[in-house]
């Protein structure tokens, strides 16, 4: 089972185009060309204060209970993609399915369950709709599962399975114009004792050719290894985040505000960046995440433990600053959303929203209980943006998953 966050795993182991600068800009950011790749940089939202975009304050859609019928039972889900017509096709870890509802939220059909046939989809993680077609990535082994719109099975593709001496699999997190999948797969470090940076690959696997082209090599969560030859996630730890969209992979390592934009070949063509000050780690934030991290869980807060916690990741040590944003996704018209770090990166923060070319608009704030990672080595979340709403994974109730989908209100 996919893991929810890089922190819950520590516990659990215990624009606009320029070509030169462009300084004090009232609209608070600057465009410089640095060798052919555009570096905005923000200090100022351009929505006024009190504007900007908004969610509705009640969920447009509500998919998920605690009991009842199976066909509303959401368990480890994994994806969720919105067709044109309004309908809603939901990954389904639990079950190997994705289920598919009509736009207000009832249930139409399934498709897959377990099993190793052919439209069968035990090792389901990523979900894709290909001009209303069904995709659905399998990562072990490395399979594309094709579907139409109304369920019926069309084909399944193995893609090559072996990268270069990379492990045979990979996490997908895009599927790119002209035929592509972006993944990532791990790349085995060198476990010598002290702080590390684990290390990704990113690939770009054409279905049709079966042609693999590598992209880039990525560090990824910031690991402390230890003499006896274990490791833990540093605790407040630097990590990467990927998202892609049609056209671009978006790479954004959060030890900075700085993301950097590559098109499908590989080739850095931007940076977003935004001002931000670094908060150090205060003495008194590792027991608070302990706390707050026990609570989400829904785990007793047994002082006794909580102070257990605290003492082993003081033991581990923790980062000199906190991380400048906790994840990133790209909505359908390529903006780029990045939720900025929180307190000690437990509650979810709101999310700063930059245009295509850079600019920071503003932020803009999610309903509380979405869980924010579902796959350690990829960093990606269960969140996809329309043009005009947001669905993504809340924690309801008594621990219960429910896929919401919100109306953006741009005004």
């Not at 004090?24 to 006024?48: C, K, M």
């Not at 369950?113 to 290909?130: I, R």
Request: charged content about 20%; aromatic content about 10%.
């Amino acid at each position: 089972r996919l893991a929810r966050s890089p922190l819950l795993l520590t516990l659990a182991s215990i624009l606009v185009w320029g070509c030169g600068p462009q300084k004090n800009q009232p609209t608070g950011f600057t465009v410089t060309d640095s060798a052919g790749v555009i570096i905005v940089e923000s200090t100022l939202p351009l929505w006024p204060e009190g504007e900007g975009w908004t969610l509705a304050p009640e969920p447009e859609v509500t998919i998920g209970q605690a009991d009842g019928d199976e066909r509303y039972l959401l368990d480890d889900v994994r994806d969720v993609k919105r067709f044109a017509d309004g309908r809603i096709a939901i990954l389904n870890g639990g079950s190997s399915q994705i289920r598919v509802y009509d736009p207000a939220g009832r249930h139409l059909f399934d498709v897959g369950g377990p099993g190793e046939g052919p439209s069968e989809l035990s090792q389901g993680q990523y979900l894709a709709l290909h001009h209303d077609t069904i995709v659905v990535y399998e990562y072990l082994p490395p399979t594309l599962t094709w579907f139409d719109g109304s369920g019926e099975f069309l084909r399944s593709t193995r893609l090559p399975g072996q990268l270069e001496g990379a492990p045979p699999f990979g996490n997908a997190f895009g599927f790119l114009d002209g035929g592509a999948v972006a993944i990532t797969t791990p790349v085995r470090p060198d476990y010598s004792p002290g702080r590390t940076r684990e290390v990704m690959s990113i690939w770009s696997l054409d279905w049709r050719s079966e042609g693999v082209d590598s992209l880039a090599e990525i560090q990824t969560t910031e690991i402390v290894v230890h003499n006896t030859g274990g490791w833990n996630d540093l605790p407040f730890g630097a990590t990467t985040y990927v998202a892609a969209s049609d056209s671009n992979i978006y790479v954004a390592p959060s030890e900075a505000y700085s993301i950097r934009v590559l098109d499908g070949s590989g080739t850095l063509r931007r940076l977003i960046r935004r001002v931000v000050e670094p908060r150090p780690v205060a003495q008194g934030d590792v027991r608070r995440w302990a706390e707050q991290t026990m609570a989400a869980l829904n785990q007793d807060q047994d002082p006794d433990r909580v102070d257990q916690i605290t003492q082993r990741m003081r033991e581990i040590g923790t980062a000199d600053v906190m991380p400048a944003f906790r994840m990133i996704a790209v909505d359908a018209e390529e903006n780029l959303w990045v939720e900025d770090w929180d307190d000690v990166g437990v509650d979810q923060g709101a999310f700063s929203v930059f245009w295509p070319d850079g600019a920071w608009l503003g932020r803009v704030t999610l309903p509380p209980g979405l869980p924010i990672l579902r796959g350690r080595g990829l960093m990606a979340s269960v969140l996809n943006i329309g043009s005009d709403y947001l669905a993504g994974v809340w924690i309801g109730d008594y621990g219960v998953e429910q896929v919401r989908l919100y109306r953006i209100e741009k005004g």
